[in-house]
Each structure stands twice: as structure tokens, then as C-alpha cells.
Nanobody, 119 residues
């Protein structure tokens, strides 16, 4: 059973930065991808960014140019650096184990970390 734990969320002013981390345990293979999704109140969960086991990265249009996803295989950690944050980035951010840009491509999910961006 893969377990994922997110950290790094918090309250930040518009234009500020946060770095989210996703720590994984229980994996039996190094060939995994990780995605970040977010869910704002009253809205559906949406794709933010993903990184494949080979290191290829994918971003939602809303994240391009502002967010960077990276991974440290030695630490089984994937980070999401978020710069120039906007109030519309406010959401609970989840990391998940899988591939692609669609929710059903991911099997294991973390509990989420709250990101709040004030205007």
C-alpha cells in the first residue's frame, strides 16, 4: 500500500510563493509518476501538474510559467514550487500516484494540504 503525505501548504499573499512536498512510502517500484491536483470549495478536483517516472513534466495551463514540479527519487519526494500565486490558486492540493492529467489515472492519494492566497 502506497502512502502519500503532502506538506508545505499555508497562507500567502498574492504574488508570493509556496513549495509543496509529497512524501511517499510503501512503493515497491521506482517506476512511478506523481501528479498534483487541487480542489477549491464548490468546484471539482482539477489537474495541476505531473511528473513521469522518466522525469517528463506536464502542467495545466493555469500553472504554466508559475509552477514547477520536480522529484527526488532518493528521498521518494515530489515537490511543487508555486510562484506568483493568485487568489484563484486557493484550494486543497493533493498529490497522487499514477500518470496523466485525469483523476482516474491515479490510484493512491494523499490527504491534501490547504493553500490560501489572500488578495
Amino acid at each position: 500500500q502506497v502512502q502519500l503525505v503532502e506538506s508545505g501548504g499555508g497562507l500567502v499573499q498574492a504574488g508570493g510563493s509556496l513549495e509543496l512536498s509529497c512524501a511517499a512510502s510503501g512503493r515497491t517500484s521506482r517506476s512511478y509518476g506523481v501528479g498534483w491536483f487541487r480542489q477549491a470549495p464548490g468546484k471539482e478536483r482539477e489537474f495541476v501538474a505531473a511528473i513521469s517516472w522518466g522525469g517528463s513534466t506536464y502542467y495545466a495551463d493555469s500553472a504554466k510559467g508559475r509552477f514547477t514540479i520536480s522529484r527526488d527519487n532518493a528521498k521518494s519526494t515530489v515537490c511543487l514550487q508555486m510562484n506568483n500565486l493568485k487568489p484563484e490558486d486557493t484550494a486543497v492540493y493533493y498529490c497522487a500516484d499514477g500518470a496523466g492529467t485525469l483523476i482516474w489515472g491515479y490510484r493512491y492519494w494523499g490527504q491534501g494540504t490547504q493553500v490560501t492566497v489572500s488578495s
